[in-house]
C-alpha cells in the first residue's frame, strides 16, 4: 500500500502506548537486548511482543525493519515497521522505539512530497503518535515539550506564538529544572517576543526567565558528554536574548546590574564610555548612591569624565540619569544647533550607543550609527559599532550557532573592513574583530551543501538585511 493510505491508516493503528524515553523521541539507537524486566510492574501496559498473536515473528519483523532503517531502506523498513506497529508498538515494554521510529518515518515523507495535504496528513499522524506516548508513559512535561518544539521550529503554522508559549510553559512547570534542554531557547525566544507584544505580564516574564538560567546553570554543572554542548549552545544563547529584560525598567534589581556592569568599571576604570555606561545602567536599577561601589563611580565620573561644555549639556545629564528617551532627543537637537561636524557625529554615535546598550534597539543603533558616518565620512567609529551590532546577532537571527548565526559574521566583517577603509587610526581596533569572528564564519561544507560558492553575493536576512559576499572559515 502506498504512503498516502498509510498516513491515514496509522491514525486507525494508535491504540496502544509507549515506554518512557529520557531522549528526543524521534531518535533511534542500536538496540541491545534486555533480560526480562522484573518487577511487572515496571513493564509499559501497551502491546507488546509478548502480547502479539505471534511474539517470535514480531520480534523478527523489528530486528528486520530495524537493520532495513539502518541501511536507509526505507519502503522495506517501513513495510515491516507496519507489522510491528499493528501488534507491539511497545516492543520489549521498556523503550518506545517503534514509536519514535514511526515519527521518524513520518518525519521522512514529508521531506520527500510537496503535497500539502499528505505532508498535513503526515504531521497529525505524527502529533498522534506524541499524544499516545503521552498518554500510556506520563513523563512530567517532555511530550509537551516535544510537541512544543516541533511546532516551534518545524510546523509554526499550525500553531500561534502564544499556544507554542502555553505548551512550553506546561513542560517547565511539570518539570522545572528537569525539563529537557530542548525547551529552553525557543521558550526564551516566546518570553520576550510575547511580553514584548504585552501578552504577559512582568511577574510570569520574570518567573520564568529565572527558571531559564537556572536550568543553564544546572545543565552546565551536570552535564556530561555531548549534552555538554548542547548546554554551551543554549548558553550563547538565551542569556542574550533575556538582556532585552535589562531595558525594562524594574525588571531586575540593582543587584543584577551591579554583578553584570560593575566589573566593567573596575577593568577601565579610565575609559569615561565605560564610566557613563556602568553608571547610567545602576542608576536605571536605581541603585543607592549610599552603595560604596556607587560613590567610587561617581567620584571617577567627577573628576575625569564630565563632558564639555556645549550643545549637548542637558543630553549628557539626561543619559546619566538614565532618561534614555529625553537622552536622545537632546542629542537629536544638540546636531542641529551644533556647528564643528565632529561634535555632530560624536553626537549621533551617542544616540547608537544609546539604542545599542541601554535600549537593544540594533536597527535604530545602526540608523543613528550611518548618520553619523554621513555627517563626518572619515570616521571609523560608526562602522566599528555597525560590525558589532552585526556580529552580535547570531542569538538573534539564529539558535546561537549553525548557518543562521554564522552568516551575520559576513557583513559585520564589511563593516570592520569599511571602518578601515575610511579612518586607518581605528585599522586596529578592526583587525581585532575581524580576527576574532572570522573563525566563526560558515566552513566550505556548510556553503556548498547549500549550493553556493564563496565570493557570490548573498543576502543576509532578518533585522540586519543587507547584502554580502560569502566567506568561508576553512
Known sequence: MNQRWWAFAALLLIAACTPKT???????????????????????????F???????DAETNYVLYRDFLRAGDWDQAFALWKKVYAVAPAADGQRNTVYADGIRFYEYFISQTQDEALQSAYVDTIFSIYD?????????????????????????????????YSMFKSAIDQDSLDAPDFVVNPMASLLVDLYDAGQIEQE??????????????????????????????????TPVRL??????????????????????????????DVVRTVYSRLKFAECSTDDERMKQLIRI????????????????IYLREAEYAKAIVAFEKAIEEEESVEKQAKYALNNAKIYEVHLRNFPKARQWAERAAEIRGDWGEPYILIGRLYASSGPLCGPGRGWDSQIVTWPAIDAWQKAKQVDPS?????????????????????????????????????????????????
Open 22 to 48: 529520557t531522549e528526543p523521541v524521534t531518535e533511534t539507537t542500536t538496540e541491545v537486548p534486555a533480560p526480562t524486566p522484573e518487577p511487572e510492574e515496571d513493564l509499559s501496559p501497551c502491546p507488546k
Open 243 to 272: 538582556e532585552y529584560f535589562e531595558t525594562v525598567k524594574g525588571f531586575y534589581p540593582c543587584d543584577y546590574y551591579m554583578d553584570k556592569y560593575y566589573p566593567d568599571f573596575e577593568a577601565n576604570p579610565t575609559d569615561c
Open 301 to 316: 565620573g567627577n573628576e575625569n569624565c564630565r563632558p564639555e561644555a556645549g550643545k549637548a549639556d542637558s543630553a549628557y
Open 204 to 237: 510570569e516574564a520574570y518567573h520564568y526567565q529565572g527558571i531559564l538560567r537556572a536550568m543553564i546553570e544546572k545543565g552546565l554543572e551536570d552535564c556530561k558528554g555531548t549534552a555538554c554542548e548542547r548546554w554551551q549552545i543554549i548558553e550563547e544563547y
Open 426 to 474: 581605528v585599522s586596529e581596533e578592526a583587525n581585532k574583530f575581524i580576527g576574532r569572528y572570522r573563525q566563526y564564519m560558515p566552513n566550505r561544507e556548510d556553503v556548498f551543501i547549500r549550493n553556493l560558492k564563496a565570493g557570490e553575493s548573498f543576502f543576509v536576512p532578518c533585522w540586519i538585511q543587507r547584502s554580502t559576499v560569502i566567506r568561508t572559515a576553512d
Open 132 to 164: 499516545e506516548i503521552d498518554r500510556c508513559y506520563p513523563e512530567g512535561g517532555y511530550i509537551q515539550g516535544r510537541k512544543a518544539f516541533d511546532l516551534f521550529y518545524k510546523y509554526r503554522d499550525r500553531a500561534s506564538k502564544e499556544e507554542i
Open 50 to 56: 509478548r502480547d502479539a498473536p505471534s511474539p517470535d
